[in-house]
Nanobody, 119 residues
Framework: QVQLVESGGGLVQPGGSLRLSCAAS????????MGWYRQAPGKERELVAT???????HYADSVKDRFTISMDNAKNTAYLQMNSSNLVDTAVYYC?????????????WGQGTQVTVSS
């Protein structure tokens, strides 16, 4: 089993910055990809960004050039640096990990963290 623990959400003013963290723990697993989805009230969950173990990244168009995702392989932890925040970034952010555990690929989810952009 793999557990994901998220941290770093909260209130940020428009134009401000926030950093989310997602730490994976467990035994005998390796991470393939980590990333974040977000869900705003009344909207579907959408992909925000992903980072592969080798460093390849992918961003939604809405966050490209504003958000940066990275991963510390030694710590099995991913980070989402959110800059130039705007109101549409308000959502619950869910971390996920695509991991290989006992020769099986599985997906795990964090508990979600609220990000509110407001003045």
């Amino acid at each position: 089993q793999v557990q994901l623990v998220e941290s770093g959400g909260g209130l940020v003013q428009p134009g401000g910055s926030l950093r989310l963290s997602c730490a994976a723990s467990g035994s005998r697993f390796s991470i393939n990809v980590m990333g974040w989805y977000r869900q705003a009230p009344g909207k579907e969950r959408e992909l925000v960004a992903t980072v592969a173990r080798g460093g390849n990244t992918h961003y939604a168009d809405s966050v490209k050039d504003r958000f940066t995702i990275s991963m510390d392989n030694a710590k099995n932890t991913a980070y989402l640096q959110m800059n130039s925040s705007n109101l549409v970034d308000t959502a619950v952010y869910y971390c996920y990990a695509d991991v290989r555990l006992l020769s099986v690929n599985s997906y795990y989810w964090g508990q979600g963290t609220q990000v509110t952009v407001s003045s």
